[in-house]
């Protein structure tokens, strides 16, 4: 009985993706943070907190929705190219474990806020490495023209104004699939940790998230590769030169466990284009693809002998509202329930009020989905 759209989650799957991360983690002195922005619905925190992994944050609400979920301050790191004063004094009042500095000014900010907050928390620069990623322009973050991270330079004059920098952060981008541009990371953090001030030491070494998943076939390849990018990190920072390097995965531990159930609410024929199927969830409930035409398979629930090619939108009033054409699927009428899969990561997190549409509700199910809807799609490229 449908009572309208939904996210649905994959309680099982998370869980089976958490353990392969860590398995993979603890083979090679990597510490996981979780990137809480990718999805922060409680029960999905409370399975990842319970498979021991720490947390990254990028805001005071993402600081305060870890400590009520019950992580310790010390297990939080906080980034952000925009912290605000009220952000920071937030994150050294409660102790947290490392705050990563994205510019000169913020570090100066930082030094004035520690002179009147007593705080065990520890600076970290984040190093923007001007590397180029193979992914969307929107989610790529580490070239120089990014707003994040400040220079290889900045960062050597800064540690030898300041000996209690604990060390580094980086983040060059997410949905990155080819594990090359992992292995030129490592290489280009080598070159910069060999320039570094022979009296300067640090501890505390951040290589992000970024790790991609498998939009087109998520059921071929529900979980990620964790290995393959762990082991492309340390191609050139091996344990032997850096004991632990710490990661934030967001996307690969909660992409997969999610998917979004709507509803075919009206079939338009148009002449111009291939018919159109305009649902009930759209970017209301997953921004990705009118934010940067992300692709997302769509599957319909019902069985058919025949398939038509369809335009699939969402209800909002903005033309952008589509999740794209050529989507292969048994025929199509009002009323047909369709599946957006892999909609865990920056999926609900980044809901949007506009329209004041109601938020849909998320059900927490410990099975897969085609155990309850035989599902169907097939996709033109
Ligand atoms: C600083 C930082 N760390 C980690 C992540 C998580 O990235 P992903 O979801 O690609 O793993 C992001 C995402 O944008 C980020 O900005």
């Known amino acids: ?111 004035e806020l520690k002179q009147h907050i007593t705080t065990s928390t520890k600076v970290a620069l984040r190093l923007n490495p001007d590397l180029r990623v193979d992914t969307h322009e929107n989610i790529s973050t580490g070239e120089k023209h990014h707003k994040f991270g400040v220079s290889p330079q900045e960062a050597l004059e800064l540690v030898q104004l300041d000996g209690s920098i604990c060390g580094f952060h980086v983040h060059v981008g997410s949905q990155i699939l080819d594990m090359t541009y992992f292995v030129s990371l490592s290489k280009k953090i080598r070159d910069f940790i060999d320039a570094l001030p022979s009296n300067y030491s640090f501890d505390y070494l951040n290589l992000g998230g970024g790790l991609g998943i498998d939009y087109e076939q998520p059921e071929r390849n529900p979980i990620p590769n964790f290995e393959g990018w762990i082991n492309a990190i340390r191609t050139h920072l091996p344990t032997s030169l850096i004991e632990v390097i710490r990661l934030e995965p967001g996307r690969s531990i909660v992409g997969q466990c999610g998917t979004l159930i709507g509803e075919v609410q009206y079939m338009k024929h148009l002449e111009t284009s291939m018919p159109l199927a305009i649902l009930d969830i759209g970017m209301t409930e997953l921004m990705r693809p009118a934010l940067y035409g992300a692709r997302h398979k769509i599957s319909a629930h019902h069985e058919a002998f025949n398939f038509a090619s369809y335009r699939i939108s969402g209800p909002s009033c903005e033309s952008s509202d589509s999740f794209g054409s050529d989507y292969l699927l048994p025929i199509l009428k009002r009323g047909d329930l369709v599946t957006v899969h892999s909609t865990g990561a920056y999926g609900s997190s980044m809901r949007l009020n506009y329209n004041l549409k109601e938020t849909i509700p998320s059900r927490f199910i410990n099975r897969p989905l085609e155990t309850c809807f035989k599902a169907r799609n097939r996709k033109v490229a």
């Not at 409660?94 to 500095?101: D, E, L, P, S, T």
């Open 1 to 111: 009985m449908y009572n309208g759209p939904y996210y649905r989650y994959d309680l099982q799957l998370l869980e089976r993706t958490i353990k392969v991360a860590q398995e993979a983690a603890q083979q090679s002195g990597t510490i996981l943070h979780y990137a809480i922005k990718a999805n922060h619905e409680e029960p999905i925190l409370r399975k990842i907190k319970s498979g021991g992994m720490n947390v990254d944050c990028v805001s005071a609400g993402e600081i305060k929705a870890a400590l009520e979920n019950g992580w310790n301050a010390n297990q939080i790191v906080f980034a952000g190219s925009g912290k605000t004063i009220r952000e920071i004094s937030y994150a050294l009042e409660q102790n947290i474990f490392v705050i990563h500095c994205e510019s000169v000014e913020e570090y100066h900010l930082i030094q």
